[in-house]
């Protein structure tokens, strides 16, 4: 599977591989698992299974939640969308660094937000390189 994913998110990814405590490093490793869960799949999920979930709350794009295993006081997540017709591409369009911090607060808006990415991301496709 090939992972796309914003502007908005390479430099979350850099500010995050850029951390050099402890935590920041563990919160990484973490991200790295993530996408390696999503680089593993050989097509869009068809059912979920206990590291990808649809997400509910999405309106307009069907979504999907990738989390790793509990570690206390740490929760890193992805949501991303797999685009009709494109079996071997998925994008990320949210990313929680530290969900453990926000708690529910982060899937409140999540299919709002999600809707967003994944429009900006078809527009920067779009757009000349």
Not at 34 to 52: H, R, Y
Not at 85 to 109: H, N, Q
Request: proline residues 5%.
């Amino acid at each position: 599977m090939l992972i796309d994913w914003t502007r908005g998110f390479d430099q979350q990814f850099d500010r995050m591989e850029a951390d050099g405590s402890a935590e920041g490093q563990r919160r990484f490793d973490l991200l790295l698992a993530l996408l390696g869960v999503l680089t593993d799949l050989d097509a869009s999920p068809q059912e979920e299974s206990t590291s990808l979930r649809r997400v509910r709350q999405s309106r307009n794009h069907m979504v999907w939640r990738v989390a790793h295993p509990y570690v206390p006081g740490i929760a890193v997540r992805l949501i991303c969308w797999f685009p009709p017709g494109e079996d071997d591409t998925v994008v990320l369009t949210l990313f929680a660094g530290d969900k453990a911090g926000m708690g529910d607060v982060f899937y409140d808006s999540v299919g709002v937000r999600a809707d967003q990415t994944i429009d900006q991301w078809l527009r920067e496709r779009k757009a000349p390189r």
